[in-house]
């Protein structure tokens, strides 16, 4: 009997050592196996994030600004060449005038500069030629009624704008009206009285497309009165018509 249990213990000896067993009741076991948290699934990990690439962004040169180009040398025309372009003008262009030498501009500044006179403003300019002393002062006295009582006006040296050729520029004028001017035998021989013309029916004078009004000496006015009345009636009724 005591060999049987010996037997026995060294039989769950050896069952023990190779497969483990717990000995307990069924409420033991529905106890401990309760308790025992079932193991959940480790998440799989996210993978790790890869490094960027860096991106070479190829720079542009800029464009080196282009330097202007050297001017060009002056074309020297030999005289012959001359000589030969001119002959070839002549014969294309017979009617026109060819010059030898290079206009002088002078006469185109002092045009240039004439806008500035006053007397393009007025609407009736008075022409002296070589009037002095009480004669010239009687001129003044005019233009002074006129500039005061009829329209604005203004007395002109006509020795110094013959100098200046600036009669074109004068007649021209767009605000001038009329002209009263010495009389012609003081100005027939200057470049002014190839604008000088008058109508045959009518007897009107004119310089270029201005109304004209030829005063006689001025010590004749002087002297007598009634020619004073006479030429300012005729500056009302010719001038200003």
């Known amino acids: 009997m005591d060999s049987l249990i010996q037997d026995t213990l060294d039989y769950l000896k050896e069952v023990a050592k190779t497969t483990p067993y717990v000995f307990a009741t069924q409420e033991e076991v529905d ?3 309760s308790g025992i948290p079932n193991p959940k699934p480790a998440a799989p990990s996210s993978p790790l ?8 962004v190829p720079v542009v040169p800029q464009k080196a600004e282009h330097a202007p180009p050297p001017p060009k040398p ?3 025309v ?4 001359l000589n030969e372009m001119r002959l070839v003008l002549e014969k294309t262009f017979p009617e026109m005038a060819l010059r030898e030498t290079i206009l002088d501009d002078a006469h185109a ?3 240039s500069r004439l806008w ?6 007025a609407q009736i300019v008075v022409i002296a030629f070589g009037e002095v002393g009480a004669g010239l002062e009687f001129l003044k006295n005019v233009v002074d ?10 007395l002109i040296d006509g020795a110094a704008l013959e100098k200046e050729q600036g009669w074109d520029l004068l007649l021209n004028s767009p605000s001038l009206k009329g002209v009263l001017c010495s009389p012609w035998s003081s100005w027939k021989s200057t470049s002014l009285s190839k604008y000088y013309k008058q109508n045959a029916v009518s007897q009107e004078q004119f310089l270029g497309s201005q109304k004209l009004l030829l005063l006689e000496s001025s010590l004749s006015y002087l002297k007598n009165p009634d020619r004073k009345r006479k030429l300012w009636q005729l500056i009302n009724t010719q001038l200003l018509s």
């Open 31 to 33: 106890y401990f196996s």
């Open 49 to 56: 994030p890869l490094p960027k690439k860096r991106v070479e």
């Open 74 to 76: 002056p074309v020297i």
């Open 78 to 81: 030999e005289k012959k060449e």
């Open 109 to 111: 500044k002092k045009m």
């Open 116 to 121: 500035e006179e006053t007397y393009l403003s």
């Open 145 to 154: 009624a006129i500039d005061r009582l009829i329209a604005p006006a203004q």
